[in-house]
């Protein structure tokens, strides 16, 4: 069952340009979004996250977008550069008192950023 | 900054073995997890521990799964008797008390049966 999915495994986009990275759920009962970027052979870093409440996070050249009726987010990079070259997981998360509320990965979308 | 540290880095075991992964979540922190991602994939969890015991897990989270907490610093994944397919990243992660859903994980450790 893929309550997170990412339905593009990959991603390229020139230097400068910008980066949209989408991801789509199920379960209505997330009430926390997050982006994390991975390199290989690394631990998931935080990147973003959006509360429930709200459609949009912005940090610096990162953006997030809810759309909850959609059930649908996006991550938005701009400007793209080389260092953002990672693999970006969605993950999403249910409040459930007492217990210790795990996040649900996505597939991950690979970008690649060209020069 | 605090980070949660992960050892071994690389662990090479043979099939039937069993394997300890360790993790120092962040000092303050009161849930802990392990993750894992088998090569390509996405990342899968696997359990979570609050108050000194096991808060949720996942189907993969076997009877040859086990984790403990056994000195207040430590947070310890054992397999019993590996197979083939535990062959992944594992990764270990820790939040404090305040949800907001992010948690804040380890480098990972490598665990390769043969």
């Known amino acids: 069952d893929q309550q997170v999915k990412q339905n593009s495994p990959s991603l390229s986009v020139q230097e400068g340009r910008i980066s949209i990275l989408n991801c789509d759920y199920t379960?209505?009962?997330?009430?926390?979004f997050l982006w994390y970027k991975k390199y290989p052979a690394e631990g998931p870093t935080f990147l973003i996250s959006?509360?429930?409440?709200?459609d949009k996070n912005e940090d610096g050249r990162f953006t997030v977008f809810l759309n909850k009726s959609a059930k649908h987010l996006s991550l938005h990079i701009v400007p793209s550069q080389p260092g953002d070259s990672a693999v970006y997981f969605c993950a999403a998360s249910a409040d459930n008192t007492g217990t210790a509320s795990k996040l649900t990965f996505g597939t991950g979308t690979r970008l690649q950023v060209t020069l | 900054e605090p980070e949660v540290t992960q050892t071994p880095s690389h662990q090479v075991t043979q099939m039937g073995q069993e394997v300890i992964l360790r993790c120092v979540p962040i000092s303050n922190h009161l849930y802990f997890y392990w993750y894992r991602q088998i090569l390509g994939q996405k990342v899968e969890f696997l359990v979570s521990?609050?108050?000194?015991?096991?808060?949720?897990k996942s189907e993969i989270f076997d009877d040859q799964f086990s984790v403990e907490r056994p000195d207040g610093s430590n947070f310890t994944l054992k397999i019993r008797s590996t197979k083939l397919e535990d062959s992944a990243m594992y990764f270990c992660a820790s939040r404090d008390w305040t949800y907001t859903g992010e948690l804040f994980f380890g480098e990972g450790s490598r665990l390769t049966v043969l």
């Open positions: 959006i509360s429930s409440i709200k």
């Open positions: 379960n209505s009962m997330f009430d926390y």
């Open positions: 521990f609050y108050n000194n015991e096991i808060s949720e």
